[in-house]
C-alpha cells in the first residue's frame, strides 16, 4: 500500500514504519507527563518535546555513520601528493557505501532533560500560572551550542544547551576536590591540563523575558534576521529583541477599548521564513492577516487578509467555533501558507486572499456529532499541523491516536495510528479507516467507538528527511519511512 | 442549520433530555431507537436552540476556575449564545420563556449568568431572579438596538456590565472573583455539593481576600487543579450537607436541571 511522499521522492512509493516511543506505558497518566509541544530543530538532529509539568526534554539522533566523516578527515590532512590523491577518492568512495544502510537509521535518544518554567502564582489576580510549555521554538545554531525559545502562558525563556566533555586538572589554587589550597604551601606552578570527561549536557536560562504579556501565549516565532522574534497571545502581538529582555514592542493588539465588545481573538502567529519584515496572525473568527513591519509601527492594518466565505448551506450554531484557526504555518519556501481548523487543513497562496488553494478534510464524519464535542470541549481543541521539508506534504493529528497525512501532489491521503500495538521495531503502519455509516467493513472502527481522549494535537516533521514525531498524550512516537 | 443537521441535533440533545446525559451525547447515536419509541415528539428546533444556549451559558459560567480562563473558550462560547439570543429576539421567542418561566425558577438561578457575574453593587440594586423575567419587558426597549446591548438587557435590566466584561476584565478581578464565588457558593450549596477537598474552603462565605489567597495556597497547590469539567464531575460523589440552603424550596427543580447537565 503506497504511503504518501515526503522529501524528494516523487513517484517512490513507501511506507511509515515505527521506529522509537518515549514514555511511560501505564494506563494512568500523569498529567504532568502529557506533551505539549513537539519540535525538531533546524537541522534535524534534536528533537524537543514540553510538556504540562513544564519540562523539557530533548532528543539527540545518534550519528551512525560519523566513522566515515572521521576517516574522510584524516585522508584529508594525511595526503599532500597527487598518488595519495587518486587513493583518497577510492578509499573514500568504499567508505562512503557503508552510509546506505537502510535498516540502521539514527535512533533519537535523550539528550537533555530540564525544568523549564514551574508553576507560578499571580497574586494580584489570585490565579495560577500554568506551567505547561505551550511552545519550544530553536534558534539557528551559530556555535557549539544550540539554542531554543520555550514558552508557558506568560514567560519566555531562552535556553542555551552545551556540552561539556573535558575537565581542566592541575589547578594551582585548588585541589582535585575543590578545597582551596594555602597559598604558602604552593612552592611549584603548573599549567592545567584538559582531559577527557563523561559528555555532560547542561541547560542554563540565558534570558527571561517576563511581564510582557496580559493573556495567554500561545505562539513564539523566531525571525529570520535570527535577532528578533514575536511572542502572541489571545489579543497582542509583542517583538522582542533576543538580547533584550526588559523591553518588547507591541505590534499588534486587537484589545477593543469596551472588553465587552470582543468578539475575535489571535489564536496563531508566525514569522514569514524569508522576508523578516512580515508576519501572519490567525484569529478566532477564522481569518488571517498578514502584516508588514514597515508600514507601521503597530500594525493594527494587516496588508492582507485572507478568509474563506462561508457556505451558507453548511451553517449552524457551531460554524464559527470550528472556523476558529488552531495554529498557522508557513511552507519552507514562503510561498504558501497552511492553517488548521477544527475540520480541515486549508493550504493558501499568499497571493491569494479569497479562499484557500486547498482544502482537505481532516475528519469530516465529526461533523454530524458537533454537539457532543461542544459539549465535552472537545471542540475547542487546538490541533496543529506541519509541512515536510520539500513542501510536497502536510501532517496533522485527530482523534483516536489518529493523525493524517495529505500529499499535495498525488492528493493521497493516509489516516495512521500512534499505538503500542504497532509498535514492533521497523513493523509497517497499517492505515486505518474511519467507518462513517452503514456497513462497518473489517479493520474500519466506527466513528462512535472513537476515543475522544486520546487526540493527537503535537506533531512535527523532520526538516529535511521522512521523519515524523507524533505526540500521543504522555508517549512520543517516532516514525521512519521505508524506502521499497 | 440544515435540516439534516438540525435533525441529528435534535437526537444528539434527545437523548440528553431523556437520559439525563447519563451517557454521552456521541455514544447515544445507538440509544436512539429505543428512546425514540418511548417519546412521543421530536423535540422542536426551539427547545434544541433553548438547550444550546444553557448548555453555553453553563460553560460561561464555570470558566472562571483557579486558573485563568481560556479566553479564546469564552469567546467562542459567548459568541454562540450571542448567536442564539440574536435568533430568538427575531423570532420572537424571548417572550415564550416568560411564560415558562413559572415552571423554569430554578433554571433561572442556574443559568442567569446576571446573577453570577454581576459585581456586588449591582447585586444589591437589582432585585433576585430577575432573569429571564425581565425579557419581555426589555424586549421592547432593546429591540432596535444591537446585539451587544441586547446581551446587555439579557444579563441585567440595569447594570452597566454585561456578562462578557465580567468575564474579560481581568484588571479588577478581586472584585470579580469575590462575588463570583459567592454567586457560586449558592449554587453549590443549593446542589448539596460538599465534596471532601478543596473545593469547600475555595468558596465558602468568608469574605477576606486574604483568607482566599491562603486557602488557596493551601488548599490548591497540593491537589489537582481542577478544570472546569472536574468540578461538574464531583457534584456525585457529594456526602451530606451541613450548611442551610436558601434554595431548599428549588431544590428539585434543581436537581432536574444538574442531572440533565451532569454526566453522573
Known amino acids: ?484 | 442549520m440544515g435540516e439534516e443537521e438540525g435533525l441529528r441535533q435534535a437526537q444528539l440533545l434527545d437523548t440528553m433530555f431523556v437520559r439525563g446525559l447519563k451517557r454521552k451525547c456521541f455514544d447515544g447515536e445507538e440509544d436512539i431507537e429505543g428512546t425514540l419509541a418511548g417519546f412521543k415528539a421530536i423535540p422542536s428546533y426551539n427547545l434544541q436552540r433553548q438547550s444550546l444556549l444553557d448548555m453555553s451559558l453553563v460553560k460561561l459560567q464555570l470558566c472562571h476556575m483557579l486558573v485563568e480562563p481560556n479566553l479564546c473558550r469564552s469567546v467562542l462560547i459567548a459568541n454562540t449564545v450571542r448567536q442564539i439570543q440574536e435568533e430568538m429576539t427575531q423570532d420572537g421567542t424571548w417572550q415564550m420563556i416568560n411564560t415558562q418561566n413559572a415552571g423554569h425558577a430554578s433554571l433561572d438561578r442556574l443559568v442567569s449568568t446576571d446573577i453570577l457575574c454581576r459585581s456586588s453593587r449591582e447585586q444589591t440594586e437589582a432585585k433576585h431572579s430577575p432573569g429571564y423575567s425581565t425579557f419581555p419587558k426589555d424586549f421592547e426597549e432593546t429591540q432596535s438596538q444591537d446585539s451587544s446591548e441586547i446581551m446587555s438587557a439579557v444579563s441585567s435590566g440595569q447594570a452597566p456590565r454585561n456578562l462578557q466584561s465580567n468575564m474579560w476584565e481581568m484588571e479588577s478581578p478581586q472584585e470579580n472573583r469575590g462575588n463570583f464565588q459567592k454567586s457560586l457558593d449558592q449554587i453549590f450549596e443549593t446542589l448539596e455539593n460538599k465534596s471532601p477537598n478543596s473545593v469547600e474552603d475555595l468558596f465558602s462565605e468568608v469574605d477576606s481576600s486574604y483568607y482566599d489567597l491562603d486557602t488557596m495556597l493551601t488548599g490548591m497547590m497540593s491537589n489537582t487543579k481542577m478544570g472546569h469539567c472536574d468540578v461538574l464531575e464531583t457534584f456525585p460523589s457529594q456526602t451530606t450537607t451541613n450548611s442551610n440552603s436558601n434554595c431548599k424550596s428549588d431544590l428539585n427543580e434543581l436537581d432536574h436541571i444538574v442531572e440533565i447537565l451532569v454526566e453522573s
Open chain 1, 1 to 484: 500500500m503506497a504511503g504518501v511522499a515526503g522529501g524528494g521522492g516523487g513517484g517512490n512509493d513507501f511506507q511509515w514504519c515505527f521506529s522509537q516511543v518515549k514514555g511511560a506505558i501505564d494506563e494512568d497518566v500523569a498529567e504532568a507527563d502529557i506533551i505539549s509541544t513537539v519540535e525538531f530543530n533546524y537541522s534535524g538532529d534534536l528533537l524537543a518535546t514540553g510538556d504540562k509539568g513544564g519540562r523539557v526534554v530533548i532528543f539527540q539522533r545518534e550519528q551512525e555513520i560519523q566513522y566515515v566523516f572521521c576517516l574522510r578527515a584524516w585522508m584529508l590532512h594525511a595526503c599532500t601528493q597527487p598518488y595519495a590523491g587518486m587513493q583518497l577518492g577510492s578509499i573514500e568512495s568504499s567508505a562512503m557505501q557503508n552510509k546506505s544502510r537502510p535498516h540502521s537509521r539514527g535512533e533519537y535518544n535523550v539528550y537533555s532533560t530540564f525544568q523549564s518554567h514551574e508553576p507560578e502564582f499571580d497574586y494580584l489576580k489570585s490565579l495560577e500560572i500554568e506551567e505547561k510549555i505551550n511552545k519550544i521554538r530553536w534558534l539557528p545554531q551559530q556555535n557549539a551550542a544550540h539554542f531554543l525559545l520555550s514558552t508557558n502562558d506568560k514567560t519566555i525563556k531562552l535556553w542555551k544547551i552545551s556540552e561539556r566533555d573535558k575537565r581542566a586538572e592541575g589547578y594551582n589554587l585548588k585541589d582535585e576536590d575543590g578545597r582551596l589550597r594555602d597559598p604558602f604551601r604552593i612552592t611549584a606552578l603548573r599549567v592545567p591540563i584538559l582531559k577527557p570527561m563523561d559528555l555532560m549536557v547542561e541547560a542554563s536560562p540565558r534570558r527571561i523575558f517576563a511581564n510582557a504579556h496580559t493573556y495567554h501565549i500561545n505562539s513564539i516565532s523566531v525571525n529570520s534576521d535570527h535577532e528578533t522574534y514575536l511572542s502572541a497571545d489571545d489579543l497582542r502581538i509583542n517583538l522582542w529583541h533576543l538580547e533584550i529582555t526588559d523591553r518588547s514592542f507591541n505590534i499588534v493588539d486587537i484589545k477593543p477599548a469596551n472588553m465587552e465588545e470582543l468578539t475575535e481573538v489571535i489564536t496563531a502567529a508566525e514569522f514569514h521564513p524569508h522576508h523578516c519584515n512580515v508576519f501572519v496572525y490567525s484569529s478566532s473568527k477564522g481569518t488571517i492577516r498578514l502584516c508588514d513591519m514597515r508600514s507601521s509601527a503597530l500594525c493594527d492594518r494587516h496588508s492582507k487578509f485572507f478568509e474563506e466565505p462561508e457556505d451558507p448551506s453548511s451553517r449552524s450554531f457551531f460554524s464559527e467555533i470550528i472556523s476558529s484557526i488552531s495554529d498557522v504555518k508557513f511552507s519552507h519556501s514562503g510561498r504558501y501558507m497552511m492553517t488548521r481548523d477544527y475540520l480541515s487543513v486549508k493550504v493558501w497562496d499568499l497571493n491569494m486572499e479569497n479562499r484557500p488553494v486547498e482544502t482537505y478534510q481532516v475528519h469530516e464524519y465529526l461533523r454530524s456529532k458537533l454537539c457532543s464535542l461542544y459539549e465535552n470541549d472537545c471542540i475547542f481543541d487546538k490541533f496543529e499541523c506541519c509541512w515536510n521539508g520539500s513542501d510536497s506534504a502536510i501532517m496533522t493529528g485527530s482523534y483516536n491516536n489518529f493523525f493524517r497525512m495529505f500529499d499535495r501532489n498525488t492528493r493521497r491521503d493516509i489516516t495512521l495510528e500512534a499505538s503500542r500495538e504497532s509498535s514492533k521495531p521497523r513493523a509497517i503502519l497499517k492505515p486505518r479507516k474511519v467507518c462513517t455509516g452503514g456497513k462497518r467493513k473489517k479493520d474500519e472502527i466506527s466513528v462512535d467507538s472513537l476515543d475522544f481522549n486520546k487526540k493527537i494535537l503535537h506533531t512535527a516533521w523532520h526538516p529535511t528527511e521522512n521523519i515524523i514525531a507524533v505526540a500521543a498524550t504522555n508517549n512520543l512516537y517516532i516514525f521512519q519511512d521505508k524506502i521499497n
